[in-house]
């Protein structure tokens, strides 16, 4: 579960960390979204290097067919925010790529991405293991600071019919200690 939720709250920072005045893009991978906002005019729209302190809370759970203590500990986790820090150094924010933040981006595919004017829309697949997660986001964003409501759904593999809602903020807090590490909690 904790893989499932630092594959998500990745997947979010990768789409916070591409700024740009105008990207549209339709069936596109990770790395050519990032291109196309990397090629983008309006430097001063993307994200600012340093460290940035993410919270990521599940709002809604659903998950059927699970072991009643399995989904009875996923549950638990409602409402809780799971945090972690991540370090954007000056090279990857001028210039960032499809898989800065997730190291799996190769397998997803972008079905839509909108960003312009502050505002951020996408929808994306990603397959590993034998499940696919399909994942809608919409939020704000600025050069400092981001907020991120999205909702998933797997398919095959063990977590077939797993959904969730989340919700993701995040802010740049200063230069980086060295201690960042996405996915890690407290």
């Known amino acids: 579960?904790?893989?499932?939720?630092?594959?998500?709250?990745?997947?979010?920072?990768?789409?916070?960390?591409c700024g740009g005045p105008e990207v549209d893009k339709t069936n596109a991978s990770a790395a050519e979204v990032?291109?196309?906002?990397?090629?983008?005019?309006?430097?001063?729209?993307?994200l600012a290097a340093g460290r940035w302190e993410s919270n990521l809370e599940i709002t809604e759970m659903n998950a059927p067919g699970m072991p009643p203590e399995m989904a009875q500990a996923m549950k638990g986790m409602l409402g809780e925010a799971q945090t972690f820090a991540t370090c954007l150094t000056p090279e990857e924010a001028a210039k960032p790529t499809g898989d800065f933040f997730n190291k799996h981006a190769e397998n997803c595919t972008y079905e839509q991405f909108r960003m312009g004017n502050g505002r951020i829309d996408a929808k994306m697949t990603c397959s590993q293991e034998?499940?696919?997660?399909?994942?809608?986001?919409?939020?704000?964003y600025s050069p400092k600071a981001y907020d991120m409501a999205m909702e998933s759904q797997m398919a095959g593999g063990?977590?077939?019919?797993?959904?969730?809602k989340m919700k993701v903020k995040s802010?740049?807090?200063?230069?980086?200690?060295?201690?960042?590490?996405a996915g890690s909690n407290g």
Request: charged share 20%.
């Open 34 to 46: 990032a291109e196309a906002v990397a090629d983008a005019d309006g430097a001063d729209l993307k």
């Open 1 to 17: 579960m904790n893989r499932t939720l630092t594959a998500v709250a990745a997947c979010t920072l990768a789409l916070a960390a």
């Open 158 to 164: 063990g977590q077939a019919g797993m959904s969730m």
């Open 130 to 140: 034998g499940n696919k997660m399909t994942m809608a986001m919409a939020g704000t």
């Open 171 to 181: 802010a740049h807090v200063g230069a980086c200690r060295g201690d960042e590490d």
